[in-house]
């Protein structure tokens, strides 16, 4: 969708994105000022303020709880999105590109649960990074780590 040039559509502000995240995935405006360091008085403002830009309400409240709208489940996702690439983009000139193979070992516990999500993360923060896993029994992973053919287990 192109707008035209002399009706710029507003900027959302990245801060008030990250605080949308926050209380969209706390259920809480209070939880979610902890979070991200602010008041929950001006999580509210930032809520409103984002609100009024979109022209729609993103959360449905009451006494006790907060739910996402349907535009406010739309919205989610862009929001993940918008901050996964400034973190990607910022990380690109801060962070320097390290490359190579990392040689992982892990139980098969540990394999199966936890390293699909670290994994995931790790590749996100570090694109440049091979990870070669193996999966075998904690004394055949300590004895691989001795014999360095692991780099960490």
Known sequence: MNAPLN??????????????????????????????FRTPSAVSMQIKKLEDILG??????DARSVTLTTDG???????????????????????????????????DDYGERVLPHVLKRFAQSHPSIAVDVTIDQSSNLRRRMDDRALDIT
Do not use: C, M, Q, W
Not at 76 to 103: C, M, Q, T, W
């Open 73 to 107: 489940e739309v919205l989610l996702g862009y929001a993940r999105r918008l901050l996964s690439i400034n973190r990607e983009v910022v990380s690109k000139f801060i962070i320097p590109d390290i490359v190579g193979v990392v040689r992982l070992g892990s139980p």
């Open 56 to 61: 729609r309400s993103v959360f449905a409240r």
């Open 7 to 36: 009706h710029p559509l507003p900027l959302l502000d990245l801060d008030v994105l990250r605080t949308f995240v926050a209380i969209a995935e706390t259920g809480s405006f209070t939880t979610a000022a902890n979070a991200v």
